[in-house]
């Protein structure tokens, strides 16, 4: 009953403190925010509490064999954006997109090497395909609503996937944190507020944020079997570094945009 309650309360805190930064700096920011951990990483940590730091790694590597998906997710997104469709068409093609590469990559197979592979390939194509340069400056999101829904989804998952773990093993749990809600959320209403390009500044902002994502689960898929629990603060330490250096990088990409055009 206490790790019961210790997931209704942790959760939404941690996604609260998410649309928090979508409100203080927008929809960028939002969308960075929820490329960030927020969901998986509490999911990470009660499948180390509760099946073991062995469980726990392999379901890291689980979750990184699916940002192939997480990129295509972003392209199918953007793709129709840029077309001028609207969020509910562009949702479609993001979605759809996810679970057609998650279709294709079940069957290959989770090796280590091929994980990290496809994980930095993906990375690579996903901000290559959404840009860095073009950052436009959005209010942030408002909707109430909007952010109970993320916290109730988010929560919801949470408890989904830590309940049955051990039918889906730790491979596919570690896919099913991934599952793409947050993030579709944030950019549907940012979609609706601001038209296609407030969609494409959400999903810029969580594709960049798939690279402090990267970090958070190397780290914790290397040192979970030998550090167990303590594993999590020097994984949240290598996230907001890899972070930090991300967004100072893509600001001076967009003010050096600026100046040249």
Partial sequence: MTLFLIKLIATPLIVAAAGWASRRWGAAAGGWMAGMPVTSGPISGF?????????????????????P???ACAVGYVWAARRG??????????????LA????????GASTVVVFVLSLVALVCGIATVGLRERPMLPSMSSRSVLLLRIMVATG?????????????????GLAGTIMIIAAV???ASHI????????????????????????????W?????????????????AGVTGFVVSRATSRLSLSAQRSG
Avoid: D, N
């Fill in 193 to 220: 507020e601001h038209g296609p390009k407030g969609g494409i500044a959400v999903i810029r902002g969580m594709i960049l944020g798939q690279v402090a994502f990267l970090a958070f689960y190397t780290v914790v």
């Fill in 85 to 98: 469709h609207g969020w509910v068409i562009s949702m479609i093609a993001c979605q759809g997109s996810y």
């Fill in 69 to 71: 998906a997480i990129a």
């Fill in 157 to 173: 998952l949470v408890l989904i996937v830590t309940l049955i773990a051990p039918l889906l093993g730790p491979t596919l749990s």
């Fill in 101 to 108: 590469m998650i279709a294709l990559l079940l069957p290959l």
């Fill in 186 to 188: 944030l950019a549907a």
């Fill in 47 to 67: 499948l180390a509490y509760e099946y073991g730091p062995q469980f726990a790694a392999q379901a890291a590597l689980g979750t990184l064999y699916a940002m």
């Fill in 222 to 238: 290397a040192l979970l079997p030998s550090l167990e629990m303590l594993t999590y603060l020097p994984a949240l330490i290598a």
